[in-house]
């Protein structure tokens, strides 16, 4: 039997996170993260609209079924990120954040100066932090060691499809840190999902790979399979890599 | 009297407060956060919260996101 995925003492039967924006309607998204079998979503903190006509996330994703996952996508301070914590604990009842402090729009790479600096702080005020980080072992390291529930190293940046960039990495994060490894951000298809779990993540984390497939719904049921199957092959052992061939069938026996 | 939420003049009635607010623009409270100038005003001083003159306020809730 598999162990689940136990974050800061709370167990979750998936492995597999997803997030809640970019998809073309919300009925597509509450099928889509039926199908993921996701538990834990996230979710952004902006400014309430105003306009009492237009439908609320919340009308449709039910906080008894789904923990939520508040982040702070578009904070590019620790001030804006602390902040936006802040608030989602009071919006949302819930100490759970993905942290971002985001240091470049092009990229969307994490400036970790100010993520360390969040994550502290956001510690200290009782949070349950999980950094979205780049794939760099010794900040990995860091944000372990400031109190981090988890650390989410990107495969690839936010949106791009690219899968895992640096594998080794990801490696070496894993020989470093105890506290989960999710990769977070670059997945774009289901086995770049499976490659994470391959390499023995914890978990895998992504929005767009989803929402922004022709059929988010196929798509997620795609991903929760490969990140069963990805996880299953991590357990089971996979066999070394050889450059030549090894027979599977017998020598013994031929007659010809 | 005027205050600003989420960046917008808005005027309001004399001895309104933060839970007459709400109310006012239908935002239940279960599902939002309050910032008065910047301080974040838990649920249950809502009502014991009367708005001044100028007071910026931000109301935030959670939206799809990644």
Known sequence: ?256 | MEIVVNGDRRKIEPGANLRSLLHELDLPESRVAVERNRAIIRKADYAGTALADGDRIEIVTFVGGG
């Open chain 1, 1 to 256: 039997m598999d162990t689940p995925l136990t974050i800061a003492g709370r167990t979750f039967g998936s492995r597999l996170l997803v997030g809640t924006g970019k998809y073309p309607d919300y009925p597509t998204m509450v099928k889509a993260l039926e199908a993921s079998g996701a538990e834990i979503v996230t979710v952004a903190v902006r400014r309430v609209n105003l306009d009492r006509g237009k439908e609320s996330l919340l009308d449709h994703i039910d906080p008894k079924k789904y923990t939520l996952l508040p982040n702070t996508a578009a904070c590019y301070t620790e001030d804006d990120a602390v902040r936006t914590c802040l608030l989602a604990r009071e919006a949302g009842m819930s100490n759970l954040v993905k942290l971002e402090v985001i240091g470049d729009e092009k990229t969307l790479f994490p400036d970790t100066e100010g993520l360390l600096a969040a994550a502290r702080t956001l510690v200290k005020e009782g949070f349950v932090v999980l950094p979205y980080t780049n794939d760099d072992p010794i900040m990995a390291k860091k944000l372990e060691d400031a109190g981090c529930a988890a650390v989410m190293p990107l495969a690839a940046p936010i949106g791009s499809g690219l899968g895992i960039r640096n594998p080794y990495n990801i490696r070496i994060i894993l020989d470093t840190v105890k506290v989960p490894v999710i990769v977070d951000a670059g997945v774009g298809t289901a086995s770049d999902a499976a490659v994470a779990m391959e390499l023995g993540c914890d978990g895998v984390l992504m929005n767009t790979g989803i929402a922004g497939a022709k059929d988010p719904v196929v798509m997620a049921e795609a991903m929760r399979e490969a990140v069963s199957a990805g996880r299953k092959a991590f357990r089971a052992g996979r066999i070394p890599k050889k450059l030549y061939a090894t027979s599977s069938s017998p020598i013994d026996g031929t007659f010809f």
